[in-house]
């Protein structure tokens, strides 16, 4: 970005993507962009209209993970502005310092820069000469027509990327992954890893937050068991469960092989683990005999879809578990 001879104008780097109406690409500086946007047209204090509509501790996030260590944004920001055209000579597309934008997506980026010294440049889809109806319209139809990531394929990538410091959700990630690949394992290729695979009923999405929650809390009282220790841990252990009902196992009108009996079952394990001198020593009949202290009655249908949410699922563990240690 430059300065013009024409008085607070700046000169950006822009591709025209777009005539009738006007359409670029453009590279705009962080602080510049908050001294030149609204979060809503209507708002005539731009900095309050922020403040009331992103979240904070969000914006605060990505200030720290990515301006902070000078990463760049994988995606453009969306601004859009009633101005019909601005001057652009091939290179460089002119702003005067009037010039004012609507945020129409990604107003959590670029309220981020707020909360960091380092300052970003960021890359922007500007639309030209919209109308307040447009805008509002031009905001719907992106905001509506996102696809949320299946949460699966988030802890896909996970084990993928391997973010730093995060070592038991890599370990999670990768635990659902040795279920799916081990010919011993009862769930050998029948965990959704993705999210995509519409047939497959069990989901990495409602597996792996359990298992990561499983990791954090047994490592602080059996810090010698490693990935192999867990990984066989939960063969074992899902071994035994498949033997309540061998036949039904991989059918959804299965007591047992649902999401949420499987998730409230993981916290089961996770009881089973902590209160054993050596759960790495724990075998699948041990497992077994634990197990067939649960009720299949207390498990009905109507009990299963009647707990909803993450409420629901400690409301089934609850009951397993008194039925185990009783």
Request: proline share 5%; aromatic share 8%; glycine share 4%.
């Amino acid at each position: 970005m430059t300065k013009t001879k024409q008085q607070n104008e700046i000169a950006a780097p822009a591709l025209l993507l777009q005539h009738n109406p006007f359409v670029y690409v453009v590279v705009l500086p962080g602080k510049w962009l908050l001294t030149h946007t609204t979060p809503s047209w209507r708002l005539q204090d731009p900095i309050a209209g922020f403040q009331r509509i992103v979240n904070e501790a969000r914006s605060r996030a990505i200030a720290r993970t990515v301006l902070d260590n000078e990463r760049t944004f994988p995606n453009a920001i969306t601004l859009a502005s009633n101005v019909k055209t601005l001057n652009f000579d091939g290179r460089n597309l002119t702003l005067p310092d009037k010039t004012k934008f609507l945020v129409v997506d990604g107003q959590h980026r670029l309220w981020a820069q707020n909360f960091s010294n380092k300052e970003a440049n960021y890359a922007c889809i500007v639309h030209l000469d919209k109308s307040e109806k447009e805008m509002a319209e031009l905001f719907l139809e992106i905001n509506d027509n996102q696809k949320r990531v299946p949460s699966s394929l988030r802890w896909d990538l996970v084990r993928l990327v391997q973010p730093n410091g995060d070592e038991s959700a890599i370990m999670a990630s990768e635990l659902v992954f040795e279920l799916v690949e081990r010919k011993d394992s009862p769930f050998y290729y029948a965990i959704d890893l993705t999210g995509e695979q519409k047939d497959v009923s069990i989901k990495q999405g409602s597996l792996a937050p359990e298992i990561k929650t499983l990791i954090t809390k047994t490592k602080k009282a059996h810090s010698d068991l490693g990935f192999e220790a867990y990984a066989g841990l939960l063969i074992r252990f899902f071994t035994a469960v498949k033997s309540l009902d061998t036949k039904g196992w991989g059918d959804t009108d299965s007591t047992f092989y649902k999401a949420r009996i499987l998730r409230a079952l993981l916290r089961v394990l996770t009881e089973l683990i902590l209160k054993s001198p050596a759960p790495a020593m724990i075998s699948t009949p041990e497992f077994l005999a634990t197990l067939r202290k649960i009720d299949p009655l207390t498990l009905t249908p109507e009990v299963v879809r009647a707990a909803q949410g993450t409420a629901g699922v400690t409301d089934l563990f609850q009951a397993m578990l008194k039925q185990v240690v009783a």
